[in-house]
Structures are given as structure tokens and as C-alpha cells.
């Protein structure tokens, strides 16, 4: 298996055309977003298409993706630390990155998406220990503290901060913290392993809602998560191929246990409030043509192909086609989750399904507009650190 | 000459680290003893509170307030909503009382109607992050508007569409008021989720006063009091001789989802001639 190493210097950062209009780009997403939240924020989640009926959307699809996809922080971390593969070092910065990049824009999008921003903290003080969400709430915390931990070293030896004083002696601490990594891999992998599939059990502990209540939803969110999160740090380092194979592997597994979930859990152990809940879905709502064509044949298949056969997987063109195919298959996961879970309505007495109709839910401009912000502040934050940190030096320090 | 600045580095940096964590954990006590010690400005606040609460005295082990709706009785006239939206100042439009026509698998039509059902084990307590609604001693499923954070689990979670979530600031004029009662309570801030209380004030300030809920009008819920044709009864089901315990002990009763395990403190009598 040939495995092409990194061995690149900051991308030159001169202010090009191109580069300007990069940045110009990046500049309007965010006054998109910006505008977005100033309205949310002054007149409140009124102006978004969310109900009563429907009371998550769009917002909370981008929390679960954007952490789901951040996962590639702690499977590359467990898998160079704890495995001791170090040839795969290189891209443990960058898989970092990207995975504080994800779970900072999961408590953004988070913070706009609570009615009461301003009580941000309450969990942290106001703990209730029986609720998932207060589990994650912690983990997600003390993650983010890990993952801080863990890429301290990396901004405190960006170039940038040559001349600052005292930069020496925080690079020696820094450099201390840095031998620290293996146990910081340990406790990430131990957090993450827990919130990942927590995220699932949001919605598989719902008991009042049939199609999500079954216990495959938090094993079906984790392998997700570690098959494709090391796959979108790999788009955005353009290519290492071994990496692919993982992430092809990985998407061969959860897309078995689809199957498995599909006809073990959903077809074989079905209640009637769960055939009625799905043909309902299925009859009044696109959940047939999400699944299928988006989750199954966009998101897994298409990408396996292209990650694990010799003919594509040398050319980096579809690496990087694939890697965004399953990332797009993860988050239209996520929002088949979440709305088709809302869209069927509650009924107290069996049978009287079929009277009702389901949920509407499509997000409306000032959603859309968070959403942009979002991605703007993403390309923002991979732009700027992969002009000023050394994310791709990593081989330098231990040779 | 770099060495030995080096050298001097690393000890301060120790010695920092230790400073540090000194302050940290120094403030942290001290913040503790700060908010709930007897210098907090909050101190005061709280021993009164804890004085009102300890001078009425009441026992809420002794109740488990519950409700009864007869659903022969009910006419579908809609009162019971109308009084509640009053009384609790509630939007018309998302109301925390619902009423809805439905029929028997004999085709008969009934009118079906659902306040919270306040579960002993409620699915929206146990997923809340924040602790901001809880069953109290007394049974009732309460809300902290003070504490929830606009997360809407609540609200998805609970089986019965109990629960609703304040979208924006409330600028509506209620037209219930003053045909269908006063306002007895505040409206609910913007962002917070609300449910029916059982009229929480009513049975609190008229305990105090030594009136029975579900016997006293003014200590009973307002859709309880309204109802023309007395097809809800409302009182503590740990009496065995209320008039609720009686006639759930004399009715065949059923409450929703019972497969759901939630043990709500509504039951409801079916029609009849079965549902």
C-alpha cells in the first residue's frame, strides 16, 4: 500500500486575486450569518420555520453532523497514540483542527438554536444526570478541553508567534503538554466514544416517538462518525490514501449494520406504531428517496467503491469526490433522523394514525443564513490555520 | 546564556502552573462560599423564602394531585380551554388544554380533551439537561421558567404534545380575558418552554389557606371549576376517601400510552360502550 506522506509548507498566502476572492467569499458568508443571528437574536426562533410540531430542524442537524464529523480528531489521535501507528502522525494536527473546527461550530449553531442563549451555562451548573442531553452537554466540554490539550503545542510553535516574548518558555510547557499525548488520546477516545453514541441515544431513548425508539440509533451514530469523520480530515488534506481505506472499510461496516438495522431492528422487531409511523413516511413523505438515494447509494456505497477499489482509489480526484459523498451521506442522515422522527405525529390511541397528517418542516431564509455563517466561519478557521499554524510539520520535532 | 535563561524558565513555569492552580481552586472556594455562604446577597433572599416556605408547614407527601375526565360527560363546549387560557394567560392559539373530537371503534363520536397529564415517571423530566421541570412531592410535573435554557427536548419527547415552547415575546391580546376568568399568573418570558400547571398557584396559595383542592373552588384548576357538566373532578388520589379516589375505584379507568409506562395522573372514563 503506497502511503503518500505530507510533506508540505504553508500554502503561500500572497493576496492573489484568487485569494481575495477566496476571502471575499468567506467575508459574505459570515455577514450573511452574521445578519441571521442578529435577527434570531432580536426577535427570536419565531422567524424560523420551526413549530411546536416540529420543534428541531436544520440547526440541530448541523450539531450532529458537524460533531459526527469531527470524530476524526479522536480515531486518528487513538490510532497513532494508542496503536502506535506512527507513520499516520502527519495528519494528526490537521485531523485535530478539523475536529475542534466541528465541535466550535456544533456550540455555535447550538447557542442560536436554544431559546435562551443567555442561560448557555445552566447545564454546567444546574445538572440533571438522568438526561442524555446533560451527558453530552459534559462530554462535549471536557473534549473540547482535550482537544485544546492536544493542539496547544501546535499554535504555540506557529511562526507567527516568533517574536512574542515568553513564547520560548511557553513552548517548553507546551512541548511537556505534548508528551502528555498519549493519555490525552486515551481520555478523547473514552469522551468521544461516549458522546458519539449518545448522540444517537438522543433519539433512541425517545420512547414516545416509534421510529426512533430502538437501540441500534447510538451504534449506528458512532460507526458513522468513525467511518467518515477520518475521511473529511482527508478531503481537506487533499490525500493519504491509507486513510481512504480505513474510511472505506469502515463505511463497508456501517452500511452492513444499516442492513442489520433495516431488517433486524425495523422490519422483524416492527410494532404497529412503527409500520403505521413508516408508511406513513413513506406514502407523504420523500423518506424513501432520502434513504436509499442519499443515505444508502450516495453516502455509503459510491464512497466504499471509490475508497476501497485499486482503479479509483490511487486518483486523489475521487478521493476527495468520495470523501465529500459520505460527508454529505452523514448529514442527510442526520436530518432523515431528526425530521422524519417529528414529522409523525403523536397519536394516544392506537390506530388513529392514518387520520392524522404528518409534520411540516423545511427551514426557511434566516435558518438557511445561520447555516452559511456557519460554513463561513468553517473556511475561515481551516483557512487562517493552515496559513499561520505548522499543521503539516508534525515529522519535524521527533526526527 | 540562552541555557541558562532556560533553565529559570522551566522553574517559573512550574511555579506559574502552581499559582495558578492555587488561584483556581482559591476562587473557586471562594466563589462557593460567596454564592451560598452568609455573605452572598442571595442569603437573605433565601432564608426568607425558606422561612415563608417553613411557616405554612405544608406536607406535599400527603397529596398526589390527579384528575379524572368522564369522557360521556364531556359535550365538546370547549370551556375547559377557554377558562385555562384565561386563568394562566395562555396563547388561544396553542393552547395548554386541548379538546378534539374523536370516535369509537363503533363509530359513535366523543369529545376527547388533555391537560398535561403530569407522569410520575415522565419521559420530558428525565431528558430535561438542566433540572428546570421535575415531579414534585405532590406529584405535579412543575417548570422552572427560570432554569430551562430553550433546548425544546421537553417537547419532543413527551408522548402526550403536552408541552409548548414560547417562540417569541408575547405582544398577543388575550380575548378570553375577562369573559372566561383573570389572569392569575405572569406570562411566560420568550424562549421557555410551557405546559399546564394543574394550577399550581391555586392549590399552593390555597393550601395555605387551608382550603382542599378539588373540594374548594378557589384552590381547584380553572378548567376543573368551569365545566358545565362536571366531567372532571380533580383531588389528591393518596385519599383513598376523595371524591377522585372514589370514582376511580367505582369507574372502569384507563389513562394514554399506558404501554409507555409513564403512569400519568390523569385517567380518563371511556364511553359506554368501549372505545
Redesign the interface.
Known sequence: MATTTLERKPLPFNLTPGMLAWLGLIGLCLVIGIVSAVQVFS????LTA???KV??GLWITIDLSAIALGAGAFTLSAIVYLFGLKRFQPIVRLAVFVGFIGYTTALLTLVM????PD??W??WV???I?????EI?WCITIYLAIMILEFLPVVVDARLFDRVPYI??AR??AHLLHKAAPVLALLGLGISLLHQSSLGA?YG?????PIWFKPSMPILFILSAVAVGPALTMAVAFVVEWITRFSGFGLLVYGYLKFWDLAAVTYYGRTPAVDNALYMLRTQTPYNFGFWVMEVILGIVIPAILFITPRFNRNPVYLVMGALMAVAGVIISRWDVTVSG?FVP?S??PG?LYKLTPGRYFPNLVEWGIAVGIIGYDLLMLTLGIKFLPLFEQGKEHS | MSQKKTKVVVELTRRDILKVAGAAVGSAVAAQFLTTGPLSPFASLKQAQLERASQGAIDREKYHWGMVIDLDRCIGCEYCLRACCATNDVRSDRPWNIVVKDQTSGGRSFFFSRPCLHCQDAPCVEVCPVKATYVREDGLVVMDYDRCIGCRYCEVACPYDARRFNWEARSDENTFIPTWGMAEVDRRPRGVIEKCTFCIHRIDQGLAKGLMPGVDLEATPACVNICPVKARTFGNLKDPNSQISRIIADNPVFVLREELGTEPSVYYIPPKEGL
Open positions: 426577535k427570536g426562533l419565531v420551526m413549530s411546536d420543534p428541531w438554536d436554544i431559546g435562551r442561560r448557555f445552566h447545564p444546574y445538572w440533571n438522568h438526561s442524555v442531553l446533560w452537554t520560548r518558555q517548553t510547557a438522543t431513548i425517545v420512547k414516545s416517538r417529528l403523536l394516544y390511541a388513529t
